[in-house]
């Protein structure tokens, strides 16, 4: 069957390079942001999250940054490996909705090694 | 994994049929979602539950329909099935965002759904 991945922006890395997905989010009432990694086959997985009242935030590997005045939203992963290919969503809190997410349409991530 | 479990994972049917996917957790949360995925969207609302017997519509509903009866098992009904509900669907489930938590969601494998 068809793949999620297919029309989607893609961005294409070597192994052990940072590689870095952009976002543009488009609700400036969204006060938190989440970023999930989706492989071939399987459901989103939650990678990363963020506030609206941070700049930044790092986890093992991800680094996700936040820019409120050109409403951007990017995910950067250090030393990228085989197993990070994946198509990566951004979503928002609709509008600041506390139980509903409005998901962006994704980047397909390959790794090269 | 976050002990939800979708089925069927895979389904082929036509044009007209009725079709039900379950959506089944062990995790005990209040809210729960259906989402479609589909090249070129991304994954869209169909509805949601924040209940038993409590639901609501999301971005997509129109064809569809859900139920809740009970906090474990969240229903999917395509009363009609039409190719262009042909998707892949995703059951989701999750806790509101507040001081200690962002509303993450977490997704079931997801269920392929064909319309012939």
């Known amino acids: 069957g068809e793949s999620v991945g297919l029309h989607l922006p893609t961005l294409s890395v070597q192994e052990g390079d940072n590689s870095i997905i952009n976002c543009a989010y488009s609700?400036?009432?969204?006060?938190?942001f989440i970023w999930y990694k989706q492989e071939s086959g399987k459901g989103p997985q939650f990678i990363i999250d963020i506030r609206s009242n941070m700049d930044k935030r790092q986890g093992q590997r991800v680094t996700v940054l936040l820019n409120k005045t050109v409403k951007h939203l990017s995910l950067q992963i250090a030393a990228t490996q085989p197993g990070d290919s994946a198509v990566y969503f951004c979503?928002?809190?609709?509008?600041?909705?506390?139980?509903?997410?409005?998901f962006g349409k994704g980047t397909l991530l390959t790794v090269n090694p | 994994d976050a002990g939800i479990t979708q089925s069927p994972r895979h389904k082929v049917t036509e044009t007209g049929t009725p079709v039900t996917l379950r959506c089944h957790q062990t995790e005990n949360h209040r809210y729960m979602y259906w989402y479609r995925q589909d090249p070129g969207h991304g994954l869209r609302l169909i509805h949601y539950s924040y209940g038993v017997k409590d639901t609501d519509k999301g971005e997509v509903s129109d064809g569809y329909s859900v139920s809740r009866s009970k906090t474990e098992d969240f229903l999917l009904t395509l009363e009609s099935a039409t190719s262009s509900q042909t998707s892949v669907y995703f059951c989701a489930i999750g806790f509101p965002a507040g001081k200690t938590n962002t509303g993450e969601l977490f997704f079931g494998e997801g269920s392929r759904l064909t319309v012939l």
């Open positions: 609700n400036s009432a969204s006060d938190y």
């Open positions: 979503a928002e809190n609709s509008g600041g909705s506390n139980y509903k997410l409005t």
